[in-house]
């Protein structure tokens, strides 16, 4: 193999590893947008709980396997 063959051979490879970094960088970045606008909505949307019509409603239940 010669020098100019595996020039190019590196050359692509580092072009290919490149566009794959940046790839991730986007997905990343994506994922982080999702992220933080999730944690916003949950966090507009969460109200308080209305007070229960009855103070024991909900304070014991039983499982049966």
């Excluded at 982080?32 to 209305?50: D, G, L, N, Y």
């Amino acid at each position: 193999m010669d020098i100019a063959a595996v020039s190019m051979s590196l050359s692509q490879m580092q072009v290919s590893q490149q566009a794959s970094v940046s790839v991730l960088k986007m997905a990343m970045e994506t994922g982080t947008q999702q992220m933080t606008e999730m944690i916003k909505m949950a966090e507009s949307t969460t109200a308080p709980a209305a007070p229960s019509p009855s103070p024991t409603i909900g304070q014991m239940f039983d499982v049966t396997v």
